[in-house]
């Protein structure tokens, strides 16, 4: 399939199986305004996905490579459940909405769990059903090594990224029956400058479907930078 694939087709090769490469595959990219999101989205497209970019400010999806770039307040359920009966069919959801703050008080605690596991909440309770139903789904999330050496300094931040994780695991748990859905966890210790690239994350996501999923469900893949 060298095309992607209209709204209300069918996706993966008309979902009759497996192939390398994310080719003509719908690929939802949260976050996708983000440095990272931008990386991700660019290494899709050119992977040859159709890439549709969510995020919460349209001005700047505006300059994201994408196939479809469409504004939504991924903390808002209600706005989350309609846009993925809106969307359709999907065979990958990346989430990169993210955030940060040290410390342990109770607003920074709110802002990380709206941000981060909320959105996360979200978007895999909507779009589960469609990437139950591809032949080959992927989902991903980046989590930190706060979560394996989480300091009281940080602590908000840790527990917050160590339960997105168990909430990915469980989704993995429910996939592995079918074999045909891999949910996965990248962990970095930071993205960008001094950290992992993120061109590092796009080329990781993009390769996502070199593996079968019953290989990848449930991984959780260290990406270290050159400096870590």
């Not at 595959?25 to 660019?42: E, P, Y």
């Not at 390769?207 to 990848?216: I, S, Y």
Request: charge should be neutral; proline fraction near 4%; glycine fraction near 10%.
């Amino acid at each position: 399939m060298t095309g992607a694939p209209s709204a209300h087709s069918s996706t993966s090769a008309d979902r009759s199986g497996s192939s390398a490469r994310p080719v003509g595959r719908r690929v939802v990219v949260a976050g996708a305004s983000s440095d990272a999101g931008r990386a991700v989205c660019a290494a899709l497209m050119v992977a040859g996905a159709h890439v549709i970019a969510l995020g919460s400010n349209a001005s700047r999806l505006a300059s994201v490579p994408a196939s479809e770039a469409l504004e939504i307040d991924l903390q808002d359920s209600t706005a989350v459940d309609a846009l993925a009966a809106r969307i359709g069919p999907i065979d990958g959801l990346i989430h990169l909405v993210g955030g940060w703050n040290a410390g342990r008080d109770d607003a920074g605690w709110g802002d990380l769990e709206r941000r981060i596991l909320h959105t996360l909440r979200n978007t895999t309770r909507a779009f589960e059903p469609a990437l139950a139903d591809s032949t080959d789904a992927r989902l991903l999330i980046v989590s930190s090594t706060a979560v394996d050496a989480p300091s009281w300094g940080s602590a908000n931040y840790a527990a917050i990224k160590s339960a997105a994780e168990t909430w990915v695991r469980a989704l993995a748990r429910r996939w592995r029956k079918e074999g045909t859905a891999a949910a996965v966890i990248v962990v970095v210790r930071s993205l960008g400058r001094d950290g992992t690239p993120v061109q590092t994350l796009g080329e990781t996501v993009a390769a996502l479907w070199d593996a079968p999923a019953p290989e990848l469900n449930g991984a959780r893949i260290q990406l270290t930078g050159a400096g870590e």
